[in-house]
């Protein structure tokens, strides 16, 4: 996986308080008609950048900009967890095992794209607008709430010219926290995580915390709640 290198910048509004009010107001009747929920407050950096929790519950770190590496088939990934993904690759295409990375970064537009898609698939099988959200955040993260907006996440899906579906999520399940990345979605989380079996989703948390959440038997919103319980104590 060859790379370059890209950066977005954010630009910071001066528009007047009275228009942030005024964006609450329309954002909340939007929720009250069967548009997107407000927005979660947003994640806490308080176990560093490798640990930040995005879920339904947390949104965006503010200010959240990452330095971007762009793979050869054209999916951008936070540049911090791009060796560790490239020798993960390395060693599974050394045992016979081929992956490719499907999705990485998306952007907050691709993030609504992808919600308002699924939401149309669920009302075209003749659900309510309000069942049809429902349903599709089962699948999709509510734009602002994602992982793949924050770099630290990749979907990998096998070479189906070289292996099969089995092979890859097989390894990734045994090997993946050596390589500091976990499943983030299990079968068994689900109703703490609010998404469901996702074999192909993995996040980058580290070594450390990967091999200690693997011998836990903890998601990342469970890993959390240990380390504020350790920090409490």
């Known amino acids: 996986m060859n790379e370059r290198r890209t950066r977005r910048h954010s630009r910071r509004s001066r528009a007047p308080l009275w228009i942030g009010a005024l964006a609450v107001v329309l954002a909340l009747g939007a929720f009250l008609i069967g548009g997107s929920p407000p927005r979660p407050p947003a994640a806490s950096m308080d176990h560093g950048w490798e640990l930040v929790l995005v879920n339904r519950d947390h949104s965006l770190p503010e200010g959240w900009d990452p330095e971007l590496v762009t793979l050869t088939n054209g999916i951008q990934v936070d540049e911090r967890i791009y060796p560790a993904l490239q020798e993960m690759f390395d060693d599974m295409r050394d045992q016979g095992v081929y992956p490719v990375v499907r999705d990485g970064w998306r952007s907050q537009e691709e993030q609504q794209e992808l919600m308002d898609d699924r939401v149309a698939q669920y009302r075209d099988q003749g659900y309510s607008r309000s069942e049809s959200r429902e349903l599709a955040e089962q699948w999709v993260a509510i734009p602002g709430t994602s992982e793949h907006q924050l770099g630290l996440a990749v979907d990998i899906n096998p070479d189906t010219a070289l292996s099969t579906g089995d092979q890859v999520y097989t390894w990734l399940a045994e090997h993946a926290c050596e390589y500091g990345f976990v499943r983030r979605y299990p079968p068994d989380k689900t109703e703490i995580t609010g998404i469901s079996n996702e074999p192909w989703h993995y996040r980058y948390v580290g070594t ?26």
Do not use: F, N, S, T
């Open 208 to 233: 450390e915390a990967a091999e200690e959440m693997e011998e836990l038997g903890l998601c990342l919103e469970e890993y959390i709640e240990y380390l504020d319980g350790d920090r409490a104590a």
